[in-house]
């Protein structure tokens, strides 16, 4: 059964990378939503094994989608990951400190993202699938 | 002002200086004749004079010149001893020209002949008529005196000051206020130059500004400076200096001044309040531009490069190799722009302040074999060997910051160094400070970029940053961090045999030394468990 991950993320480009990337390279199941408010239903609904999130969308950003996340008791088990432009030490800190599970930074290579969420996630490299690449 | 003569009644009061009561008796005959209403004594002796003027009010006094044992011009002489203006007529017989014009010298109202009687009633009225002119007079005087006393005061007391200067702006007059105001006496500076103490870079325009002033008449003309106190401070003054050299009452430049120097200082406040205000508005403006600028040119670099990224790697379509060298070079650019944004947003906000070094204790030798080891695959693949020579110094620093630093300065010498060739890090302790020392073999830099290389965009070769990928902002963030922790850096070359790259960090303060030695205790013990 191959892994289920939410995408949140306003900009459809970026959605639309990091899903072929993730298919491409790791062979998981992608979903996306464009607003935190979408991926608060979606993940409630359909709760996938992980979010990435994006930091910066305007009317909820991802610091307060997260937050809900983790009162509705239904996604509050689902691990996060922030994925931020915001790549500041301190930034990364405040992130960490919400209880994010990893901070990602933009822009992302996308031959070592699924790399690095497994790692971050404790799930098996070998799903990965290793493609020689530049890096 | 005749009818003043008495206040409680019209009647003439006289005081008659006679020993002969036949010729008292025709001078008040003579008087009645004319009409005058008076009352009369008459007195023969000295005491009786004297005590008769002690108590009595008497608006003439008619007298003898000749009296047994003294004279009417004796009688005058106590009278203006006394200080007492009443107006005194001789009546007498016979007297010399002479003395009557010394009597007339002396003061007395008049002299009147025994045998021309008819004369005293007009000697009268004139002599009451030159009392009350007298009296007017001394009134005027008294009220001139009072209004120049008032004046003074005003002067005396105004906050103001008050200078009087020549058309050469010598001092005529200052006014006491300047004591207050400036604590010179008011004598003291008669005589000098006015403008002589005036602050040096308000010379030249408080000079144009007098010139002015004097060149035409009835000219004013205001005017702010600073003026030297006695007491060697600078005051602010503000002066309204008006041309009155042809005023015949003043013949001077009259200048007024005031202290302002509370009100300048409360204006220079206000003026500071407003940089400091516009200062953070405008880092708040630089903040939130740095802010969007992070995120809206790295959210379509993400999309570009990760695009780019899936492209290259073959997986979604077999592209000819001219496409993917194509998609190289995309991917190489995309990567070099994501850097430059990195880059120029980690320099305007360290230099900003806006990063605070986050310093502890680190171990300068552990940061070192950190760095070389990130680096030992840029050097292989370059063909460059690293070596680091073991050191032991504690350091109070930003451990990931100094690892920029030495990453930027180890990656810069291994970009620029031939096949074959090493590159060395070492460091050593050097008058309180430790100094770290990137040595390279490689092509060196030209004596007169050394200089600059430390600045923005200073590459030695404009080319530099497309074949080496730097951005050439790397060096100008090395050297904002070890500002930031007070210490410098700089670089010395040999063209053709290399380069060296130095930065010095001061060593730990003695308060610092004791926390390094715990960090060093924990740091052995946490290593031997």
């Known amino acids: 059964m191959p892994r289920r991950i939410l995408v949140i993320d306003d900009e459809e480009a970026i959605r639309e990378v990091t899903q072929v990337t993730l298919e491409t390279f790791a062979g998981w199941i992608i979903t996306t939503a464009s607003s935190g408010r979408e991926g608060i239903a979606r993940a409630a609904q359909d709760p996938p094994d992980a979010i990435l999130l994006d930091v910066m969308m305007p009317d909820m950003d991802g610091p307060s989608t997260f937050k809900e996340l983790c009162q509705n008791p239904a996604t509050r088990h689902i691990p996060v990951l922030f994925l931020t432009a915001k790549v500041q030490a301190a930034d990364i800190e405040a992130f960490r400190n919400l209880g994010a599970k990893a901070v990602i930074a933009k822009p992302f290579d996308p031959m070592s993202l699924a790399h690095d969420v497994s790692k971050v996630l404790g799930w098996e490299p070998e799903a990965i699938q290793q493609v020689g690449g530049r890096r | 002002?005749?009818?003043?003569?008495?206040?409680?009644?019209?009647?003439?009061?006289?005081?008659?200086?006679?020993?002969?009561?036949?010729?008292?008796?025709?001078?008040?005959?003579?008087?009645?004749?004319?009409?005058?209403?008076?009352?009369?004594?008459?007195?023969?002796?000295?005491?009786?004079?004297?005590a008769k003027i002690e108590s009595g009010n008497y608006d003439v006094i008619l007298a003898d010149y000749n009296l047994p044992g003294w004279s009417g011009a004796e009688a005058f002489e106590w009278l203006q001893g006394r200080n007492r203006d009443i107006p005194f007529i001789l009546v007498t017989g016979a007297i010399g020209d002479e003395i009557a014009v010394e009597c007339i010298k002396r003061g007395i109202s008049d002299y009147v002949l025994k045998d021309r009687l008819a004369r005293l009633p007009m000697a009268i009225r004139r002599a009451l008529q030159e009392k009350a002119l007298r009296e007017e007079r001394a009134q005027a005087e008294r009220m001139l005196w009072e209004r120049e006393r008032r004046f003074h005061a005003l002067m005396e007391h105004s906050a103001d000051g008050i200078a009087l200067l020549s058309a050469e702006g010598r001092i005529l007059f200052t006014s006491h206020s300047e004591n207050r105001i400036l604590g010179y006496t008011a004598q003291e500076r008669l005589g000098e130059n006015a403008l002589k103490l005036i602050h040096p870079d308000d010379q030249r325009r408080a000079g144009a500004i007098f010139r002015e002033v004097a060149r035409k008449d009835r000219n004013s003309v205001m005017v702010h400076l600073r003026y030297l106190a006695r007491d060697g401070s600078w005051k602010w003054l503000e002066c309204i200096a008006t041309n009155l050299l042809n005023e015949p009452t003043v013949q001077g430049i009259v200048v007024n001044y005031r202290d302002i120097s509370e009100r300048k200082r409360a204006e220079e406040e206000i003026r500071r309040l407003n940089e400091e205000l516009e200062r953070r508005a405008l880092e708040r403006m630089k903040d939130e531009f740095v802010s969007v600028v992070s995120h809206e040119l790295r959210t379509p670099l993400t999309a570009i490069r990760g695009a780019l990224g899936l492209l290259a790697t073959g997986k979604l379509c077999q592209p000819t190799q001219t496409c993917q060298r194509m998609v190289a070079v995309g991917v190489a650019n995309a990567d070099r722009l994501v850097r430059l944004v990195n880059d120029i947003l980690d320099l305007e906000r360290i230099q900003a302040g806006a990063i605070p070094m986050q310093k502890k204790v680190c171990q300068a030798g552990e940061l070192m074999r950190q760095a070389a080891d990130l680096m030992q695959v840029t050097a292989e693949s370059h063909g460059v060997t690293l070596t680091v020579a073991p050191y032991s110094a504690s350091l109070w620093a930003d451990p990931d910051r100094i690892m920029q630093v030495l990453i930027n300065l180890l990656n810069n010498a291994i970009k620029f160094s031939p096949p074959g060739s090493t590159v060395a890090l070492r460091a050593e302790r050097i008058d309180h400070e430790i100094r770290f020392e990137v040595k390279d073999e490689g092509r060196g830099i030209p004596a007169e970029s050394l200089s600059r290389i430390f600045e923005r965009f200073q590459q030695v070769d404009a080319s530099d940053s497309r074949e080496k990928g730097g951005t050439g902002l790397g060096l100008a963030i090395c050297r904002s961090i070890v500002a930031q922790h007070g210490g410098r850096i700089w670089a010395e070359s040999v063209l053709g045999r290399g380069s060296t790259f130095f930065f010095q960090l001061p060593e730990p303060g003695a308060e610092l030394q004791d926390a390094c030695k715990k960090g060093n205790e924990s740091a052995t013990q946490n290593s031997g468990h």
Do not use: K, T, W
């Open chain 2, 1 to 50: 002002m005749i009818e003043e003569r008495s206040e409680s009644q019209d009647r003439l009061n006289i005081l008659l200086l006679e020993n002969d009561p036949a010729d008292a008796e025709l001078c008040l005959h003579e008087l009645r004749r004319s009409g005058f209403d008076f009352r009369s004594e008459l007195v023969q002796g000295q005491e009786e004079f004297c």
